[in-house]
Structures are given as C-alpha cells and as structure tokens.
C-alpha cells in the first residue's frame, strides 16, 4: 500500500492525469454537445480512430504535424456528416448507424494502415510527427504546479479551453441556445421556427470535430504511431463520462478527469508489478462504479420529487375536501 | 397492402446486400492486384469444396447464438453490446470444467454448457438490474463489462490455465470427453449445430407462444402502454437480459469445446457485434436468424479464403458489415420506391 501511495503522490502521477484525460476530456464534450441536441453520438469512439489514423497518415506524408491535426479533423467532420446524413435524412436508427462506423473504422484503418504501411498491426515502420509540447513561461518554474501544469502537449492545453468554449458556446450563443430547445423539445423548437435538422447536423460535426482532436491527439501526442485499435474504449468512456455529467459541462469535464485519473493510476501502479491484465480494467471498473452510483443517485432523486409531488397533491385534495365539508 | 408492397422488405434486404456486394467489389480493386480473381475467390469461393460449405455452417454456429440474443435484446428495444465479453469470460470460465474435470461424455459436455448459460446470466444480469431498477444505460455499462471481462479472462488464463509448454498464449489441452461429436463426416460441423437449431425453436416459442415472451415484446414496442396495461416493464428488461445472456454463455461454451482443443482466445472474439447485424439483418426474428447468420458465415469464409489465396485484408468483412447495417435499418432507403408501390396498389 505505502508503495501505490509513493506512486500517487508525485509531480509525474498528476502530471500524467492531464496527459491521460486529454483524448476523455474532448470526446466528452463532443458527447456534451451532441446530447444538447438530443442527438446521443456514441461514435466517438469510432471518430477518434480515424482521427488516429489521418493525422499519422498526412503527419508522414507532409512532414508537418499541422497538417496531420488538420486532416485528422476534417475526417472527424466528415464522418460526423455521414453519421448525420443517415440518421437525419435515411431514418437509420442513431445506435446503429453509431456501431456501425464504428465497425467500419475499426476495420477500415486496418486496410489504410496495411495498404499505407503493409503491416496490419502498427505504423511504427512510417515516421509520423508529433504536435508540441508547451512550457508555459512563468508557470514553469513554480516548483510542484509548474512540474504538473507546465510541458503538456498543445492539444491538453486545448483540452481545457475546449470545455471553457463549449461551456460559452452552449450557455451564451444563439445557436447554443437553440441546440438546448431542439434537445429539449423538437417539436417545441419546430414550431417558433428553429430549424431542427440544422441543429442537430451542427451538433454532430462539432462532436466529431471535438472527438477527432481526442483522436488526433492519440496518434500525434499521447504516442507518436498509430496501432489497431489504439483508442481502447475511451470514446466509451467519454460516453460514460456524459452520463455521469448529466450533459452538464462542468460535470462532464470533472467525470472526464476522474477517469483519467484512474487511467493514470493503473498506469502508475502496473509499474509495482501488479498484474497487468486486472490493473488494465481499473479505468473501466471505476467508469462502471461511476454509472452504477450515478444511476442509483438519479433515480433516487426521481422517486423522491414523485413522492412530494404526491404528498404535495394529496394534501390539497384533504385541505380541498376539509373546506367542502365546512361549506 | 397488396402483395407488391409486402415484398418491400425482401426487396430493401436484397439491395442492401447487393450494394454490399459491389462495396466489396470495389474494395478488392483498390486493394489487390488482381482484382477480377480475387473477387471471384471471394464471391464464389466458398462453395467450391464442402470443406468450405462445412466452415460456412461451423462459423455460424456461434454467431446464431449471439445473434439470437440480440435479437431478444432488440425485441424488448434494449442496446446491450456484452455478448462480446460474454462470449469471451464463458469460454474462459468453462475451459476449467474442461480441463481440470473427468466425467463421462455427454454428461460433460452438457454440464458445460449449462456453465456458460449460467456465467452469461450472471455477467447480464448486472447491467439488467442497472437498467431496470435505476434506468442505467445498459450500452455504456455493457461495454465497460466486455473491457473487464477481457481483463479477468486473460488474467486466469495467464496465471490458472497457461500451459506453459506451448510455445503460444494457450491454456493446458481440454479432456477428450469434452470434445463435441462431428454430425457431418467431412467436415468439423459438431453436434453444437444442433443446440444451436435448439435454441432458436425454444427462443421463437418463449417470444411468440409464452405470456413471457409477449410481455418482453410489448415492453418493447411501447413502454409506457406495457406498464399502463399491467406489464412488468422491470421483469420484461430483466427477463430478456437473462435470456440473452444464456445464449450467449451457451454460444462461447460450444464454441470452446467443438472448435478447440485449448483455450486460446487473448481478445474479444467479435462474435458479440456480429450479433447486432444478423439480429438486424433477421429482423429480430429467431428463425430468420439461421439464415443471417449462414450468411454472415459466407462473407467470412469468402474474406478469409480471398485473405489467405489473394491479397485482400479480412478486415474487409468490417465495411461490409457496416455497410449492410446502415442500409438494412435505414428506414428512409428506398423509401422512394415503397411510396410509388403504395400508391400503384391504390389505384
């Protein structure tokens, strides 16, 4: 025990949080901004690993990690599109049409990657880029904070703006306005004139465009190849992570952290010797004891509000009843 | 409705099925250098030899397993994605009773898979109570299941059942006596086909014959009137959670003791997605699922034979899978066509 906890408490363990969290925390606000809209994106997953592989794919091919970033989110919005296009306008059901592009990418980069490389397995062979890393000049030098908060990769750094943005987008704009009415009630929103299938197309690029710099962040940040299924259930987690934020931003954002907080961890402690296979599902262990409280805590809350609204109205009805009977 | 428009689903399925097909066509011509053979060796090749016909058969076997219990998951609208990690930790978990048990035969192979059907229950049952008590998401909880589940099988079979003088990953060697009896001489087709042909008579009969089965379909096709009109909605979820979740333990156990002689899966097999196309493919009909899944059996043996004589990556089969999944429950697709033959039945 006094060994994890020695593996806990360094600059490095909470330094890796943020580095772990960085691919949860995007996804999650795309999964946040979807939702909004009523229009549940659980092709995250599937997003990230194109993303994955576009930006280590045009990454090789131009020499430049911009350009592998830039790929990477174009393909996010694309495949965010497409999903649109068949649940919007083909009526396919959002699940489906969800598993199976994520069926698709996850066999689909398999064939890029062996008709890219020749090997099906990882691209370690290609020499792809990878995004920069920041030191944030004052910051820095500040002895724990600076070991912790400073040196991450651009994109962790973007992570953290994108739930600030997401946050103003949602709460502040028009069109963040209209995506909580279209969530809330379509048919409300239809009827003084927003345009529902607008919103809800808007909602799923802009979760693709989030998930895919998660995505991107994998191949260029995280590790610099792609593998076959690198991105491992996270867009799952990012999932899971809105659940239990009940599509609040600041709640998402705090789920997210926690579960990369317990990535972090069975990172830190698979180091001890602990065997590796369970170490490997304590983030999933912890996403499941996340949903199972949340949920018991939610509907808990539910049953109670329906009680006092009972109570609520069988007192009227006594004080209804005393006062017919005095009259 | 005249006959014409009651076509319109075989119709949609078939042109699914064709674009599919030209889907495949054109992978191949990106991908191989001699994209006209190896398209042949996919379309046609399973049919050349009964050895293929037989592989066809043998890779149904699971998948009609799996695809039956999405198919009782869907009837009741449920999105559970855990066969595939109740495929893996059933087969993890009776590769015990087989490895470390004598008993005579039959008793064995049946106790077997009773094991499976109950490790698939209790795996299922914990996202079912999440769903029905306290209106958990069974989809995330689920998958998070298949993550743990993977993480437990590979942690028995590293440390408990590991032979450790095979050169590979595998447990110790299975007791003959588990060994199911191969009913087509010729091929590897084992008595598993026919608990499988089993399960689908005693699925189609609890949905559509049983109090049971039409209290899960209700809930189903509208909660809130299910409840209104005296239906247990909490029993209908919890029922075809258990169901599934039997099927599926069943399906990882045949498979591990009429396909293999060690365990030796190290990942998901996949079994448990391909259940989610042949339970929409059958449209959620048990017999229709026999079908399905032979022909899911066919596009994977044509991928492997075109992957093993040719130059084309299995991992095709996956764009295939996609594709036929989008347009199979697409409902807008053709929806063009379904208008005009209402309206020609009209006049």
Request: hydrophobic fraction near 55%.
């Amino acid at each position: 025990m006094e060994n994890v906890l020695r593996a806990i408490f360094t600059t490095d363990f909470f330094y890796s949080i943020f580095r772990v969290a960085t691919p949860i925390l995007f996804a999650s606000m795309g999964a946040v901004v979807a939702n909004t809209a009523g229009v549940p994106n659980v092709a995250l997953e599937g997003i990230m690993l194109l993303a994955a592989f576009l930006g280590m794919m045009f990454s090789a091919i131009s020499g430049s990690a911009f350009v592998g970033l830039l790929a990477a989110l174009v393909g996010g919005i694309l495949c965010a599109g497409v999903i649109a296009f068949f649940v919007l306008y083909y009526k396919t059901k959002m699940i489906l049409s969800c598993i199976a592009i994520n069926t698709l990418i996850s066999g689909g980069t398999v064939i890029l990657l062996y008709m890219f490389t020749g090997d099906k397995g990882t691209s370690a062979s290609v020499a792809s880029k990878v995004l920069p890393n920041i030191e944030i000049p004052l910051i820095k030098s500040i002895p724990i904070l600076g070991g912790v908060i400073s040196g991450h990769n651009v994109l962790t750094y973007l992570a953290v703006i994108s739930v600030v943005a997401v946050y103003f987008f949602i709460k502040r704009t028009p069109v963040g306005y209209h995506m909580r009415a279209v969530g809330l009630d379509a048919n409300a929103a239809e009827s003084v004139g927003v345009n529902v299938n607008r919103v809800k197309v808007l909602a799923l690029l802009i979760s693709g465009f989030l998930a895919a710099f998660g995505g991107a962040f994998m191949s260029m940040g995280y590790v610099n190849w792609f593998s076959r299924d690198m991105v491992a259930g996270r867009g799952w987690i990012a999932v899971a992570a809105e659940a239990m934020g009940q599509t609040t931003v600041i709640g998402t954002a705090i789920a997210s952290l926690l579960f990369g907080a317990a990535d972090a961890l069975s990172n830190a402690v698979s180091a001890l010797g602990w065997s590796s296979e369970l170490v490997r599902t304590i983030p999933y262990c912890a996403t499941l004891i996340g949903l199972i409280m949340f949920s018991i805590r939610t509907s808990g809350k539910a049953k109670g509000r329906l009680k006092t609204n009972i109570a609520r109205h069988e007192k009227a009805k006594a004080i209804k009843l005393n006062t017919l009977k005095k009259s | 409705m005249d006959n014409k428009s009651r076509l319109f689903p075989v119709v949609r399925t078939a042109a699914a099925l064709l674009i599919s097909f030209a889907t495949a066509f054109l992978i191949i011509v990106c991908v191989s250098k001699t994209p006209l053979e190896s398209f042949y060796i996919f379309a046609i090749g399973p049919f050349t030899k009964m050895r293929y016909i037989g592989n066809i058969v043998e890779y149904a076997i699971p998948v009609i397993f799996s695809g039956l219990g999405m198919a009782v998951l869907f009837q009741a609208k449920l999105v559970n994605l855990g066969g595939e990690g109740v495929f893996y930790i059933s087969a993890a978990i009776v590769s015990f009773a087989a490895i470390f048990f004598i008993m005579p035969a039959f008793i064995h192979q049946s106790a077997i898979i009773l094991l499976g059907a109950v490790i698939g229950m209790a795996v299922m049952s914990i996202p079912a109570f999440l769903r029905a008590k306290y209106n958990g998401s069974e989809l995330v909880s689920s998958l998070m299941l298949n993550s743990i589940l993977l993480g437990v099988g590979q942690y028995l079979l590293n440390t408990k059942l590991r032979d450790s003088n095979a050169g590979a990953q595998v447990s110790y060697k299975f007791v003959p006596s588990t060994a199911m009896p191969v009913i087509v001489p010729g091929t590897k087709i084992t008595s598993g086909l026919l608990v499988a042909l089993a399960s689908v008579l005693i699925v189609y009969i609890l949905l559509y014959k049983t109090k049971w089965g039409y209290m899960l379909r209700m809930s189903g096709i509208n909660d809130e009137f299910a409840k209104y009109s005296g239906i247990s909605t909490f029993a209908a979820v919890v029922l075809a959670h258990l169901v599934a979740g039997a099927l599926m333990g069943m399906g990882g156990a045949v498979e591990t003791i009429s396909m293999h002689k060690r365990f030796e899966w190290t990942a998901l097999p996949g079994y448990g997605f391909e259940g989610c196309m042949i339970a929409m493919l059958a449209n959620n009909n048990p017999i229709g699922v026999i079908g399905a899944s032979l022909f899911v059996g066919y596009l994977h043996i044509g991928a492997d034979l075109v992957a093993r004589l040719s130059d084309v990556p299995t991992e095709m089969i996956a764009v295939l899978q996609c594709v036929i999944l989008l347009l199979v429950s697409a409902e807008g697709f053709l929806q063009g066509l379904r208008q005009r033959w209402i309206e020609q039945g009209v006049k």
